[in-house]
């Protein structure tokens, strides 16, 4: 887990997750940004990217998937309701 973008890319580059879930609002650097950054990079660019948002705003959702989100969750989720949704994605 990552508490800002910054540390969100370092574990991207150290751990290569299979899927990147990300507030659309952190410290120091939005999760549009840590999106656009992971879509720049050849070696991340198929990860799927998930923003996690309590934020109910269209505009900034229409931002998000065209920074390459591939999904936007809206908060509170459930536990459960995250872990399907997961299974999903990583299944497609």
């Not at 720049?40 to 998000?64: K, W």
């Amino acid at each position: 887990m990552a508490l800002t973008g910054p540390e969100a890319i370092k574990q991207i580059y150290s751990r290569q997750p299979a899927l990147v879930i990300v507030d659309l609002m952190m410290p120091d650097m939005s999760g549009i940004d840590v999106c656009r950054w992971i879509r720049a990079q050849p070696a991340f660019a198929a990860i799927p990217v998930v923003m996690l948002t309590g934020l109910a705003d269209p505009i900034a959702h229409l931002e998000a998937r065209q920074a390459g989100a591939n999904d936007i969750w809206l908060k509170p989720i459930s536990p459960a309701e995250l872990g399907a949704r997961i299974r999903q994605l990583l299944n497609q």
